[in-house]
């Protein structure tokens, strides 16, 4: 996994298998702030044209 941080969003990569086939996994994180942030998973089957987002998640710092 591999990536940076830009204009307040950070963009992680790397190579996977799912199902047999190869394919490219993409971290986001954004929306972050003293009390929250948010974070997204997309898979690629073709090499980054397309991404198909299959899970988000929000964060939230317990009081």
Avoid: Y
Wanted: hydrophobic letters at 40%; a neutral charge; one cysteine or more.
């Amino acid at each position: 996994m591999r990536g940076t941080f830009e204009a307040a969003v950070g963009t992680f990569l790397c190579e996977d298998v799912c199902d047999g086939r190869n394919i490219q996994v993409r971290f986001l994180w954004s929306r972050i702030t003293e009390k929250s942030a948010r974070w997204e998973q997309a898979f690629s089957p073709d090499g980054g044209k397309s991404w198909e987002t299959n899970w988000i998640m929000h964060f939230a710092r317990q009081v």
